[in-house]
C-alpha cells in the first residue's frame, strides 16, 4: 500500500494534446516530467522538449514499466482515459485523469476497485472547481455567510465550429455523448461540491442543430434529499460563449460570469442582503489574470499524494457525475456507452 511521501512526485503525461500541454505547463518551469506519450510521435517529441531529460515514445507502457515513474496524467480522447488510467493504477502509479475520466460509470467503477486494490490515488481533472471565482465562491460558502443553501443556477456553452459535428466529439464510441458529458460534467461536479448528493434527477438531452448522433443541448433539475435545486443547462449552440454560476444562500447571493479568454473576464459577484431587504450590499471581486486553474490542480494532485489524502474530486464523485449522464441519456432516448475495460 502507497504511503504519505515526502518526495516530489515524478511524471509521465499521456496524451500530449491541448490539454496535456496544459497539464506540462502546470509542472512549472523545468518540469519533474519522465515520459510524454502519444499516438503522435512527433507531438510527444515536441512536448518532452519543455523538459529536460525526458523521453517521448508512443508506447505508454514504457511509461509504466519504469519504477521511477510515480505519478501519471492522462489527457487523451474520453474512449482511451479509463483504459489507460487502469492500466496506469495497476502498475501502482497515481493518477490524474482528465474528466469524465471515462465513458461510463461502470468503467470508474472499475478503476476505484483497482485503486483501493493497489492504494493509489486516483484525481479527475475537474479543473474548474480552482479557477479563482470558484475557490472564492467556495470561501464565501464556508464562512457562513450565504446561511443555508437554496438553489443554484448555471449555464455553460459555445458555438462550436465549422465541421464541428464531425469531430471526435460528435462520435458517441470516443466520446460516450455530447455536450451533456463534455461540459456538462463541469455544471453536474460544481453544483455537486455546493449543494451535496442529489437525488432527484430530472431533465433531458436533445439534438437541435448539429447534423450528429450526440446531444448539442442538456437541461437539468437536480435536488437533493433537503430539496435543493441545481437548474444546469449547457449548450453548443451558444453561438457566443458563456459561463454563468448563481448560488442562492438565505442570506446572500453569488454570481460568477465568465472564464477568461473567449468566455469573457472572470468575476465574482457577492450580494449581501440587508436587514431591511431592498436592493443588497454588493462586492464584485475580478480576476483578470492568466488561468491557474491547472496549476492549482496539479499542485493540490501532488499534495493528495504527499498526504496520501483521498482526492476531492476523486472517482467517488466522478461516478455519481456519470451516472447522472446516463440517467438523463437514457431518458432522453440517447444510447449508453456499454464499453467495458
Request: proline share 5%; with cysteine.
Amino acid at each position: 500500500m502507497n504511503r504519505a511521501s515526502s518526495e516530489q512526485p515524478l511524471f509521465a503525461v499521456i496524451g500530449c494534446g491541448l490539454i496535456g500541454r496544459k497539464r506540462v505547463a502546470a509542472l512549472g518551469p523545468n518540469p519533474p516530467l519522465l515520459y510524454t506519450c502519444d499516438l503522435d510521435a512527433a507531438r510527444a517529441a515536441d512536448l518532452a522538449q519543455l523538459a529536460p531529460g525526458c523521453s517521448a515514445t508512443t508506447d505508454y507502457h514504457v511509461a509504466l514499466a519504469d519504477a521511477r515513474v510515480t505519478a501519471v496524467i492522462v489527457s487523451t480522447l474520453n474512449a482511451s482515459l479509463a483504459p489507460i488510467a487502469l492500466a496506469a493504477v495497476r502498475a501502482g502509479k497515481h493518477v490524474l485523469v482528465e474528466k469524465p475520466g471515462a465513458l461510463n460509470a461502470a468503467q470508474l467503477r472499475a478503476l476505484r476497485d483497482a485503486a483501493r486494490a493497489t492504494g493509489v490515488r486516483v484525481r479527475l481533472g475537474y479543473n474548474h472547481r480552482f479557477h479563482p471565482a470558484l475557490r472564492k465562491a467556495r470561501e464565501l460558502v464556508d464562512s457562513g455567510v450565504m446561511g443555508p443553501l437554496m438553489f443554484l443556477r448555471a449555464r455553460y456553452g459555445h458555438g462550436g465550429r465549422k465541421g464541428y459535428d464531425r469531430e471526435w466529439r460528435a462520435d458517441p464510441a470516443l466520446s460516450g455523448g455530447g455536450e451533456l458529458i463534455d461540459q456538462g460534467v463541469h455544471l453536474i461536479d460544481l453544483a455537486g461540491w455546493f449543494l451535496g448528493e442529489f437525488t432527484t434527477i430530472e431533465g433531458h438531452a436533445t439534438t437541435s442543430f448539429w447534423d450528429m448522433k450526440v446531444d448539442d443541448n442538456a437541461f437539468l433539475s437536480l435536488r437533493t434529499a433537503a430539496g435543493q435545486t441545481a437548474w444546469l443547462h449547457v449548450s453548443c449552440t451558444e453561438w457566443k460563449n458563456l459561463f454563468s454560476l448563481e448560488l442562492y444562500g438565505r442570506d446572500a447571493k453569488i454570481a460568477i460570469d465568465g472564464l477568461g479568454g473567449s468566455y469573457g473576464p472572470e468575476k465574482l459577484t457577492f450580494y449581501k442582503m440587508l436587514p431591511q431587504m431592498g436592493p443588497p450590499e454588493t462586492t464584485v471581486f475580478e480576476f483578470p489574470g492568466a488561468d491557474d486553474s491547472w496549476a492549482v490542480e496539479t499542485r493540490a494532485f501532488a499534495e493528495d499524494i504527499r498526504l496520501n489524502r483521498e482526492p476531492s474530486p476523486g472517482l467517488t464523485e466522478a461516478i455519481r457525475t456519470l451516472e447522472i449522464v446516463e440517467e438523463i441519456y437514457r431518458k432522453s432516448g440517447y444510447p449508453v456507452s456499454q464499453a467495458g475495460l
